[in-house]
């Protein structure tokens, strides 16, 4: 029995229903230009696709308005095989937060069992989409490789229904031309059966890289910062996002007991604040990973700063405000997992009102601090 490298085959007869994208923003143009689209990188991978003309006028013949009509698996695989088609194709886009994810699955119309799947995010631009398109017939493509070489009694049954007897299947000659005369010519064995069923079972999906989806709501938010006014804490409660806007709708927190822009101890004084911050989010990469925030907001408080300190006096009346204040505000975040992120950043504090003498030195803090 001779032993050859496994052979390239074409899939002949997919029947590929239109692409669902009820899960997505698309209208009915995009959709019939991703179809396309898919069409020609299924044909690029060697998977034949059966044209769209023979399948309308089969649904006329069988009195189905249209592909809706024929919605479930069971119905599908029906009407593959009135038209003798080898196998089906349903691919769905699902929106899911910033992102889409686009499936895939294939059946076997003899055998009625899935036979190929494929699974990939993508963003929601058509770009993205057509590039997703590209990894899902790849995918189809190792997924069908991968079941051959899994299922050898499939191969078989493949080469007896194709008229080569089990004495035949080592020779390479013999099974292209037995081959050749089962699809006319559209199939071309450069190897033996012997070579597929030994050859390596290894992995052949691609490895995708996933992006990090992005939450809609951060729960909580912890910063240490120094800078003017010494150090201190910053906290934050329910930050909601959106694709071009977010808003972090509680923030408090304070400085204690430093300098502000001045020097000396007549320069000491503190802060205390509470308010409410929203901003634009610019995400760097497709992976959602990193992200600058540039944040402004209104808040009130104390900000302190005493002009001259002595003993005998009260030194808290020195230049002070109590808002509002608006926060002029840059960072960044990486995003670590779904919902754990690290942050670091400059943020100012501009007091506009004074309560007593001038106005203060704005709060000026560097910072660092995760959310989650």
């Keep these: 029995m001779m032993s050859g490298p496994a052979f390239p085959q074409t899939i002949t007869g997919v029947m590929v229903f239109p692409i669902d994208a009820r899960g997505s923003n698309l209208n009915t143009a995009q959709v019939s230009q991703l179809m396309s689209y898919l069409t020609t990188r299924l044909t690029m991978v060697q998977i034949s696709v059966m044209p769209e003309s023979d399948i309308r006028s089969m649904l006329k013949t069988l009195k189905l308005q249209s592909y809706d009509d024929c919605f479930d698996d069971r119905c599908r695989i029906e009407l593959g095989k009135a038209l003798s088609a080898d196998k089906t194709l349903s691919v769905q886009i699902l929106h899911e937060d910033e992102q889409c994810r686009m499936t895939a699955t294939m059946y076997d119309i003899r055998r009625e069992i899935s036979v190929a799947a494929a699974d990939t995010a993508t963003g929601c631009r058509m770009p993205d989409l057509r590039s997703g398109i590209a990894v899902i017939a790849s995918q189809l493509r190792h997924g069908l490789n991968t079941f051959r070489r899994m299922n050898p009694e499939n191969v078989d049954q493949e080469f007896r229904e194709a008229g080569i007897a089990p004495s035949m299947q080592g020779y390479p000659e013999q099974q292209s031309v037995a081959y050749n005369q089962k699809t006319e010519g559209s199939i071309r064995v450069k190897g033996s059966v012997r070579g597929i069923i030994n ?7 691609p490895r995708i890289k996933k992006s990090i989806s992005r939450t809609k709501t951060e729960w909580f938010s912890l910063r240490f910062n120094g800078g003017s006014y010494g150090g201190g804490v910053d ?7 959106w694709k071009y806007f977010l808003w972090e709708i509680l923030r408090g927190g304070g400085n204690v007991f430093g300098p502000g822009f001045g020097s000396g101890s007549d320069s000491m004084g503190w802060a205390a604040y509470a308010g409410t911050a929203f ?20 808040f009130g408080g104390v900000i302190n700063q005493p002009i001259d300190y002595k003993p005998d006096r009260d030194w808290f009346l020195g230049n002070e405000s109590v808002g509002p204040f608006v926060l002029i505000e840059i960072y960044y975040v990486l995003h670590l997992l779904h919902d754990r992120a690290l942050q670091t950043g400059l943020s100012i504090m501009v007091p506009t009102l004074e309560r007593h003498n001038d106005l203060p030195d704005p709060l000026l803090v560097v910072f660092i601090g995760f959310r989650i």
């Design 199 to 205: 050859g390596p079972l290894v992995p052949t999906t």
């Design 235 to 241: 906290a934050s409660l329910f930050t909601v996002r």
């Design 279 to 298: 901003g634009y989010p610019l995400h760097i990469g497709k992976d959602n990973k990193h992200e600058f925030r540039f944040m402004t907001g209104l």
